[in-house]
């Protein structure tokens, strides 16, 4: 029974040449989220599927349940810093609208959302580069529509496209806040979407065991690279962190945009 129980593992989870390089993508990707509050799905969806480690659905899977698990851990003794009624707002306004987005996208054409897609890359791009040159924060706060306006679109760009972070990461580091509370409202958000996708995933019946048991394996490695991230962030200045994340901005703009670009050249 050992002998079985131990073959159905080792058959569930990639052997060492695949495992190794996914475990680090991880640390840095966990690393990066926990000191700036977004990244971690773009940064495993990136070099993971580029690298063919897992399927772009298994690694969607496997993402959901580590940022989960991040989340709690990054968000343990830090929840004073969000801001009730903010993140309220965001949460209200980005987990409806990401149904919506996957109700658009079903009944779009290939053609409109491709169009759709580049311009909205076009658009992150812009908005990016336009920051990254000024990163200044507003002189205040914006109200609770602005809020609510850019959790929506976050909800709508995540249920079409799969990255909803551009609108939140646009909007949450114009404002003036201190870097902590931006961080701990941005990784609330990125676990409540998160755990609603991994609920629907489960109800589904579309979470397999692969998946989970790689989820498992990597939550050590989770743990350890989010309180490392806590106890040890870069020593950059408010300016400089939110310069690097509107050059990120740029990144996911390009990456938005690039693949239907590529095929419309082919």
Not at 28 to 55: D, E, K, Q
Not at 77 to 96: D, S
Not at 124 to 138: C, D, E, N
Request: with cysteine; proline share 6%.
């Amino acid at each position: 029974m050992l002998i079985q129980g131990s073959f159905r593992w080792q058959t569930m989870i990639p052997d060492l040449a695949v495992l190794l390089p996914f475990a680090l993508v991880v640390f840095v990707a966990v690393y990066f989220h926990t000191v700036t509050g977004f990244g971690l799905a773009m940064i495993i969806m990136g070099l993971s599927a580029g690298a063919g480690f897992l399927s772009v659905a298994a690694l969607a899977n496997v993402v959901s349940v580590v940022t989960l698990l991040n989340s709690v851990v990054a968000l343990r003794g830090n929840m004073h810093h969000l801001p009730r009624r903010e993140t309220l707002t965001m949460t209200i306004a980005v987990l409806p609208a990401s149904v919506l987005g996957v109700i658009l996208l079903n009944f779009m054409s290939v053609e409109a959302a491709g169009v759709i897609q580049v311009l909205l890359g076009a658009l992150i791009v812009y908005g990016g580069v336009s920051l990254a040159w000024r990163p200044k924060p507003l002189e205040h706060v914006s109200g609770q529509a602005g809020f609510f306006y850019y959790g929506f679109l976050g909800g709508l760009v995540g249920g079409m496209f799969g990255i909803p972070g551009p609108p939140l990461i646009f909007h949450l580091y114009r404002q003036p806040m201190p870097l902590e509370r931006i961080r701990s409202i941005l990784i609330f958000l990125n676990a409540a979407i998160a755990g609603a996708r991994t609920i629907y995933v489960v109800a589904e019946r579309q979470l397999y065991t692969q998946e989970l048991a790689l989820s498992v394996v990597c939550l050590p490695l989770v743990a350890i690279a989010t309180m490392v991230g806590k106890r040890c962030p870069p020593p950059f200045s408010a300016e400089t962190m939110r310069r690097l994340a509107f050059v990120f901005l740029v990144l996911m703009g390009g990456t938005l945009a690039a693949p239907v670009l590529l095929q419309w050249s082919l």
